[in-house]
């Protein structure tokens, strides 16, 4: 089979928001594929347009409800929406859940809708490596909008502030409680906050208690605001979808857009070649075998892990070249 | 002979405790057939249950004597010498016309009471001729889209001579209303008629998810129905408070049993907060559980349940009637625990069943068919299913006595125990805010999904045998029970019946009666009065319910995941 | 370093709201290490196919208990056909189906339907030697 030729019209499919051609560039990615550097390579390069928003919080938070409206209102304005849903991978069994549709019943039929759900899986690079591809993916398709919704827990929601232009951080009146001991993580991602099922007891206390907090964010040019919303009627999305363009602008104006991105590049770029390292020296460069030598030693207490990884370290420097593709 | 004075005073607690020590030392290198002894809901029993397992134990406190307070040995003095319970066998396939010939049907063979099972799209309120309704018209209860078609479903039975149950649940303030139209219309009285229409939409957001409204209007709607039937409808049941479905989803007879009783105590404090009297209403809550196979485990339910409830509704609602605190209940023997490996099997599994329920004290029983894992029940095992209970009644001497199972250690120990767990679970939904802030956090769906699942697993690896399933199977096993087949022609009868009717109808009067629907559900009045003219003028149900809906709004299950 | 993880659809088309079966199964599929969508309930034929071109999955699971099978499986067979995935992705499910209404719809094209007092094992295992025996 022409491996190649097919990536062309894969690729084609992609650029021209084929759905079903952008699955399948996905799963590539996602399963790290044959040809999953070209077909990345050749689609960043397709450029991006979409504004990409983040949107996390606790579960139970109504995300998938928030997103939903949100996306509603984006094909109300005529303007196609990517939306990557990203769950967590079993740890134990490496497999996952995923049923954040179950609550976007308004647009899973709207053939301006793409939904994909992600699990973590968490093989390389962490997940902000992975989303960040199938986020490169869905932009390829000339979406305007792309939305990632992931659960506001462990490493995840930092990871998809990394992906994001906008971090929406959504809570509701039973987040209350913890907002002080909540992680700073969570506080301090936040571009624009929401205060989502606002019509229950505590919305006010919550708005209060999130303000003050936002108070302690210093030396900062972007001050979040902080919204509120009943989702499942429709309320305030209209007032979201504006807070996450006057972030968007900002970005531009102030020229943090550009910082971000090259932040961004920068670190991607460390990652591939951390990656490419890393594989070239345990599977390839067969370092591993010589890790597992070492192995015995340290267990028997005859040797430090800094001597042996200074070992390999010392030996791998004879790598003649690396493979980018890492297939 | 053994002088029972002196047996009692001989044998202290402690002597017991020294004794059983002794015995559980003696026992316990002795080679067991399983690794674990667990019930159906995978709780572990004891070898043995003595005395010394009901520390603290008091007879007027924790029994009492039947018909009294805490009403756990019976709701009634005298039980089942009194009275007989109910023999109700649920029915309804295809149309009203089908559905009407099974009904006489079981009258005819000595059932005492109906029971309608209505289709999907009843359920969901859509009329049979919508798109939703394709390919369910008919196929798991009858299909009622008007007034029309219930007038054809009770023909030639009268009204005030039956009790019927409706198994209705997002839209059963219509189908109420329907039932009420149509006795007015023959000059029955409303205060005639007796029955229960099913009517609990919390089990539906938990459970079975035949939901249309967000919980907020359809607890509306509910305490509606309870308000009007306290009025104007005294001997109806408004309300069926249902474990059963609860139970069906996978959930363990303890969570059947918390979450049910939860529910109830939701709908006495929407009630309250409406400024309803608890001993104007409360006499007419009625109660609805599952009968699974674990024998023990679900007559110490049962006892436990009635003692829950009247507790509750003594010490936390302040009942002052004594018929307040009752909880009666119809049962149902499970209808996940029937195999579609060998169906005669069933028949077994529905007779243990059914004896739970009429040793726990049930107030009314459907026993299944054994054909209900296949399609729906044929005439021939729905009879079947029905003689299973007159011999129980009849033949097995288990009514002659209240009770009888009262002061075994085990079921003692067992009803105590559910009492507790089920307090527990009463904390953690009071934790999470209440019942509806608990359905929107998918608690109980959480909860019994993992029940559901650790069921599943049990019987994957063969921990849990069933018959004819996983264990005695017979390899290439042909099922050879006739099947009740639901053809296309009965689904184009009713669609057709349904657009004369829509022709016909006083189309102005129709509109009218809408248009006051829409204003009285934006309003706070209540809505039953409405309901009825509406139906009057042969509104259908899916034209209320579309209006409602775009008062109410809908509803969509959490994402549980 | 290819990791190709089994992703399949589980949902519950029309207005059937028994979910026990698909919740359990989906739970399960998830134990085998496999990526499960879980739609919920009330699907259409084209919100399960729709869902499974977006979602790029190996398998749709439906399960249906209300005795409509013989109206979804078909349509949703239909719809896969016309996305062009009626080849590539396998249509299993469950629910109370007759025998010879199995019969008919593996005819027409689905793969395995399970009944009642399945084991979940035998799930896993079907739609594993599926996904091995595929070219």
């Known amino acids: ?327 | 002979m053994v002088n029972k004075e002196q047996g009692q005073g001989m044998s202290g607690k402690s002597d017991i405790r020294k004794d059983e020590e002794r015995w559980h030392e003696e026992v316990k290198d002795l080679a067991e057939i399983r690794e674990r002894f667990i019930t159906t809901s995978s709780e572990e029993i004891d070898p043995l249950y003595t005395p010394t397992s009901l520390d603290g134990f008091d007879y007027l406190r924790d029994l009492g004597f039947p018909g009294e307070y805490p009403y756990t040995r019976g709701v009634y003095k005298n039980m089942y010498r009194g009275r007989m319970w109910t023999m109700r066998m649920f029915a309804g396939f295809g149309t009203a016309e089908d559905t009407n010939e099974r009904f006489k049907y079981l009258l005819e063979h000595g059932q005492t009471g109906l029971s309608t099972a209505f289709d999907l799209p009843t359920l969901y309120g859509y009329d049979s001729d919508a798109p939703d309704s394709i390919g369910e018209v008919g196929r798991c209860g009858v299909a009622v889209s008007s007034l029309e078609d219930m007038e054809i479903l009770f023909d030639g039975i009268t009204l005030d001579q039956v009790s019927t149950s409706m198994t209705i649940n997002g839209p059963a303030a219509i189908v109420l209303a329907f039932y009420a139209a149509m006795a007015e219309k023959q000059g029955i009285a409303l205060d005639k008629l007796s029955g229960t229409t099913q009517n609990d939409i919390l089990k539906e957001y938990i459970a079975q998810k035949e939901f249309i409204f967000p919980p907020a209007p359809s607890m509306r709607l509910i305490t509606d129905t309870v308000e009007f039937c306290a009025h104007d409808m005294p001997r109806w049941h408004p309300i069926s408070i249902s474990g059963y479905h609860i139970r069906e989803a996978g959930s363990t007879a303890v969570q059947e049993l918390a979450f049910t009783l939860a529910d109830g105590f939701a709908y006495v404090e929407d009630a309250l907060e409406r400024g309803l009297d608890i001993d104007e209403f409360a006499p007419r809550l009625s109660f609805f559980f599952n009968a699974h196979n674990d024998f023990f485990e679900e007559i110490a339910k049962y006892r436990a349940a009635r003692r829950i409830y009247a507790r509750r509704m003594k010490e936390k609602y302040r009942a002052k009637n004594p018929r307040s605190l009752l909880m009666r209940f119809h049962t149902q023997t499970a209808g996940c625990s029937l195999t579609a490996q060998q169906p005669e099997n069933n028949i077994v599994r529905v007779t243990i069943q059914a004896l739970a329920g009429v040793l726990g004290g049930t107030q009314s029983l459907h026993t299944n068919s054994m054909d209900e894992t296949l399609a729906l029940p044929s005439d021939k095992a729905a009879k079947v299913a029905l003689r299973t209970q007159q011999i129980i009644a009849h033949e097995s001497g288990v009514v002659n006595t209240i009770d009888p199972l009262a002061g075994s250690y085990f079921i003692e120990s067992l009803t105590d125990k559910m009492e507790s767990e089920a307090e527990e679970y009463f904390e953690r939904i009071e934790k999470l805010g209440g019942v509806i802030p608990a359905i929107e956090k998918g608690f109980f769906q959480q909860e019994i999904a993992r029940a559901a699942y650790r069921y599943q697993k049990e019987f994957d690896s063969d921990e849990r045998v069933i018959v004819g399933v996983n264990r005695f199977v017979e390899e290439d096993e042909k099922i050879e029970i006739p099947i009740l087949e639901i053809t296309e022609e009965m689904h184009e009868r009713q669609v057709t019946r349904l657009r004369a009717l829509r022709e016909r109808r006083d189309e102005d009067g129709v509109k009218e009666a809408l248009a006051e629907v829409r204003r009285v559900c934006s309003g706070t009045e209540n809505v039953m009065p409405f309901l009825i003219e509406a139906a009057k003028a042969y509104c259908t149900l899916g034209e209320i319910v579309d209006v409602m809906r775009e008062v109410f709004g809908t509803y969509r299950e959490p994402s549980m995941f | ?135």
């Not at chain 3, 005819?107 to 339907?113: N, P, V």
Request: glycine share 10%; hydrophobic share 40%; charged share 25%.
């Open chain 1, 1 to 327: 089979m022409d491996e190649h030729a097919n990536h062309d019209v894969l690729i084609e499919g992609v650029l021209n928001g084929e759905w079903r051609a952008t699955a399948r560039a996905i799963s590539i990615v996602e399963d790290l594929r044959p040809g999953r550097v070209e077909i990345l390579a050749r689609l960043y390069l397709a450029g991006r347009s979409s504004s990409v928003c983040g949107i996390t919080g606790p579960s139970g938070a109504g995300k998938s409800t928030l997103v939903d409206a949100l996306a509603s209102r984006y094909r109300d304005a005529d303007e196609r929406v990517g939306i990557v849903c990203v769950d967590p991978t079993s740890p134990f069994s490496g497999g996952a859940l995923l049923g954040d549709r179950i609550r976007m019943n308004e647009i899973v039929v709207d053939p301006g809708v793409f939904i994909r759900s992600m699990a973590t899986r968490g093989s390389r690079g962490g997940l902000g490596r992975a989303a960040r591809e199938v986020i490169s993916i869905v932009e390829a398709t000339g979406t305007e909008r792309v939305i990632v919704e992931t659960v506001g827990v462990g490493q995840i929601e930092l990871d998809i502030a990394e992906a994001a232009d906008t971090v929406v951080v959504v809570l509701v009146p039973e987040s209350g409680d913890g907002i002080q001991a909540m992680k700073a993580g969570l506080m301090e991602i936040g571009d624009v906050f929401v205060v989502n099922k606002a019509d229950r007891d505590g919305a006010d206390g919550l708005l209060i208690e999130i303000e003050s907090v936002l108070a302690l964010r210093t030396g900062q040019e972007w001050s979040p605001p902080v919204l509120t919303t009943i989702a499942s009627q429709g309320q305030g999305i209209e007032e979201l979808a504006e807070a996450i363009d006057t972030h968007r602008q900002w970005l531009v104006s102030s020229g943090e857009g550009e910082r971000r991105r090259r932040h961004r590049i920068v670190s991607y770029v460390k990652e591939i070649v951390l990656d490419a390292l890393a594989t070239g020296l345990w599977e390839e460069g067969g370092y591993s075998d010589k890790l597992d030598e070492s192995l015995q030693e340290i267990m028997a207490g005859r040797k430090d892990p800094f001597s042996a990884a200074e070992e390999i370290v010392s030996a791998s420097r004879m790598l003649e070249s690396l493979n980018m593709d890492t297939d």
């Open chain 3, 1 to 135: 370093m290819v990791e190709n993880k089994i992703r399949i659809l589980v949902a519950k088309p029309g207005l059937d709201g028994h979910d026990r079966g698909a919740k359990v199964v989906a739970a399960a599929l998830r134990d085998a290490g496999m990526e499960v969508i879980y739609t919920g309930l009330r699907q259409t034929p084209e919100m399960v196919v729709n869902a499974a071109v977006q979602e790029d999955v190996d398998v749709i699971a439906l399960s249906i208990l209300s005795g409509a099978h013989m109206t979804h499986f078909p349509a949703v067979l239909e719809l896969m056909r016309e996305h062009g995935i009626a080849d590539e992705v396998l249509l299993t499910g469950g629910g109370i189906i007759p025998d010879e209404d199995i019969e008919a719809l593996m005819e027409q094209g689905t793969g395995r339907l399970f009944g009642p007092g399945t084991n979940t094992g035998d799930i896993i295992a079907y739609i594993r030697d599926w996904n091995e025996s595929r070219p």
